[in-house]
């Protein structure tokens, strides 16, 4: 393909490729700009870990130096934790980022895209982006919803932050044809926390049917992903009067400070992450592990 001379494949990540052995594809805005050093880089390797103690080999994705990496080295992990100008890319910054050979970290839309040009189907994350609020006036709906909607990537993630428009989001999912499974849950969660008040459209409560449905999805020609909503364990979930008293303060600040574009959701994360102390960075580094267990259980199946 025209493409593959922009893509570099891990030795590792090639030979179970060859062997048709499972692979997790794993994003990297989540470890340069969701959280701070040196809990980026040790939570990058956890997961990593993660994967392989559940029998898939994981595919951390990122640009650098222009080239689409799909398996990366600790120097490249190193390099995305640390303070260098790492770029956040989503779909249309990917074409600049590449000619111009810069570095930029992946968010859920280019993960997607580059682990489908890598040829793998199964994604994990933290919390994907989505609509936000007031985004009936502002517009801001993140690219990977529309991601979502067209390349073939099933997304595993613990449900979206209430930065988000929830219901407005699993509307949006709705009119893209994206269907948003519960594992073992009939309800979304809220990443912090196991409920948001809206269902899921399906519960499905093991890793073998939900792999069954995804490739029936594909078999169907009923192209685009699945979102797999992996609520955060009951022990690590935090407290909702505190998690959504932190939100209101974060939107509050992005609303005074005029915060707008690509730059919205990282501020809101510092700021969460901030006025929460290490309470909601510890919540999230365990359900982004429970979520990579998932994944790879889930991998087996496709
Ligand atoms: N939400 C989170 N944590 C994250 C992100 C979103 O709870 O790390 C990151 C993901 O990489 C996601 C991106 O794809 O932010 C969405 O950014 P935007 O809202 O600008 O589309
Ligand atoms: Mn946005």
């Known amino acids: 393909m025209s493409f593959n001379k922009y893509l570099k494949i891990s030795q590792e990540v090639q030979s179970a490729l060859d062997e048709k052995k499972p692979v997790v594809a794993l994003e990297?805005?989540?470890?340069?700009?969701?959280?701070?050093?040196?809990?980026?880089?040790?939570?990058?390797?956890?997961?990593?870990?993660?994967?392989?103690e559940y029998g898939a080999v994981p595919a951390t994705i990122a640009i650098l130096d222009g080239l689409i990496k799909v398996g990366l080295t600790e120097d490249d992990l190193l390099k995305l934790s640390g303070e260098g100008n790492i770029l956040?890319?989503?779909?249309?910054?990917?074409?600049?980022?590449?000619?111009?050979?810069?570095n930029a970290a992946t968010t859920v839309s280019a993960t997607m895209i580059c682990a489908a040009m890598a040829g793998l189907k199964i994604f994990a994350t933290g919390g994907i982006g989505g609509v936000h609020r007031k985004g009936n006036e502002s517009f801001d709906i993140s690219a990977d919803l529309t991601e979502l909607a067209q390349t073939?990537?099933?997304?595993?993630?613990?449900?979206?932050?209430?930065?988000?428009?929830?219901?407005?989001?699993?509307?949006?999912?709705?009119?893209?044809?994206?269907p948003v499974l519960g594992y073992g849950t009939d309800e979304f969660p809220a990443f912090y926390t196991r409920q948001s008040g809206f269902k899921v459209n399906y519960r499905l409560d093991t890793p073998g049917q939900i792999g069954s449905m995804i490739k029936t999805k594909w078999e169907l020609g009923l192209n685009g992903g699945v979102i797999v909503a992996n609520p955060i364990p009951e022990k690590f979930s935090m407290d909702k009067k505190i998690i959504d008293e932190a939100i209101?303060?974060?939107?509050?600040?992005?609303d005074e400070k005029n915060v707008k574009g690509k730059d919205v959701t990282p501020f809101l994360l510092?700021?969460?992450?901030?006025?929460?102390?290490?309470?909601?960075l510890d919540s999230n580094i365990k359900l982004v592990l429970n979520n990579a267990k998932l994944a790879a259980e889930i991998s087996q199946f496709l």
């Open 28 to 52: 990297s805005t989540i470890i340069s700009h969701g959280m701070p050093y040196p809990q980026n880089y040790e939570t990058a390797k956890k997961v990593e870990d993660k994967v392989r």
């Open 88 to 102: 956040k890319a989503s779909r249309r910054d990917i074409p600049v980022i590449v000619s111009e050979k810069l």
């Open 152 to 178: 073939n990537i099933a997304v595993v993630s613990a449900g979206v932050k209430s930065i988000l428009d929830i219901g407005l989001t699993l509307e949006y999912l709705e009119t893209l044809g994206v």
């Open 248 to 254: 209101e303060n974060a939107l509050k600040k992005a």
């Open 270 to 280: 510092g700021e969460i992450k901030n006025i929460t102390g290490g309470s909601s």
